[in-house]
């Protein structure tokens, strides 16, 4: 796994596990950015061949995946700082 170029901190067997727990709403917006996906590229001409295609759009929803993911966390440590630092001002 060390030879690609996002390390994966997950198993394919993790996520079958924990498969059932995704809500509705993550796989409403799953199913809209493969299908978005397919149409785009399907309208380019030089993206004819159909398992490419299929394995770009999953690729586009494993990738907005991880932007969410990177973009929660950001979000996160910004509050948290942004809290300790009210904390820090109303200690003084």
Known sequence: MKDRATELLFTTEEVLKISGKFGID????????????????????????????????FQNVFE??????????????????SGSQRTAETAS
């Open 64 to 81: 907005a995946g991880r932007l969410q993911g990177i973009r929660q966390e950001r979000a996160r440590r910004q509050q948290s700082r």
């Open 26 to 57: 993550t796989m409403s917006i799953a199913r809209e950015i493969y299908y978005a996906s397919i149409a785009e590229y399907m309208s380019r001409k030089d993206e004819a061949d159909p398992l490419w295609v299929m394995a770009r759009s």
